[in-house]
């Protein structure tokens, strides 16, 4: 790749296709495109392949066929690292390491790829208090968290590392409504403060948070995908 950095034209997927060993298609043949300013939604039937399409996005899982691009410039296996600090997965149940929050939190500033970043405590503790959450709460062992917390943490750990595209995998499922309220919040805002630059991709079952946070919708059923102006369910 020529040059790998987090504006340009964004992320593209072409003819993306995934096949479990029984030969059903997990993904099959997927277009789209995720351009800096796009807050899409994406929402389909449990096992329409949301989670997949998110992990293949990220260059996380092997597909069996199509592309990766990232502003205009084919992804490789060589990219990967520097490309998965521009593209972010958050799994539902995200993995924490041992220890404790702040070290969770400060973790990531430890790799080569991320160089040149660090961690700010006062902006991680503005965000928690956003959320309700006292400073205590960075000495807390991760293995005391909530699922809820759990993704807080998560979230908090890849909104730090400022990067160009959040691929949200049911985010806030097992936080409460004001909490859920909050961390949307949080989200427009760092997506807001670099329209040009930044996007993101929100899989949620909760159609009235989708209306909320995105502008474009992608609907996910047996592996393909469907882009529509408005939610489909909102449709007159």
Known sequence: M??????GSGLEARGLSRQTTAGKWLLHDVFLALR?????????????????????LAGLDPV????????????????????????????????????TVEENLVR?????????????????????????????????STTKLSGGESQLVAL???????????????????LDEKSSMAIEKIVNEWQAS???????VWVSHDMVQLGRVANKYW???????????DLPERKS
């Open 64 to 99: 069996v066929s199509g592309q990766l691009l990232w502003n205009g410039n084919l992804v490789s296996g060589n990219d990967m690292s520097c490309y998965r600090s521009y593209v972010i997965y958050l799994h539902q149940r995200p993995m924490l390491h041992e220890g």
């Open 156 to 174: 908090l750990r890849a909104l730090q590392l400022e990067p160009t595209v959040l691929l949200l995998d049911e985010p806030t499922a097992a």
């Open 194 to 200: 670099e329209m040009t630059r930044r996007s993101y």
């Open 219 to 229: 609907f996910l059923d047996q592996g393909s995908v469907r882009e529509h102006a």
């Open 36 to 56: 800096p300013g796009d807050r899409a939604a994406v929402n389909g039937p449990s096992g329409s392949g949301k989670t997949v399409l998110l992990r293949a």
């Open 2 to 7: 020529k040059e790998l950095k987090g504006g």
């Open 108 to 140: 990531p500033f430890t790799l080569s790829v991320h160089q040149g970043k660090s961690f700010d405590r006062v902006r991680v503790l503005k965000w928690l208090e956003r959320i309700g959450k006292s400073p205590d709460f960075l000495e807390l």
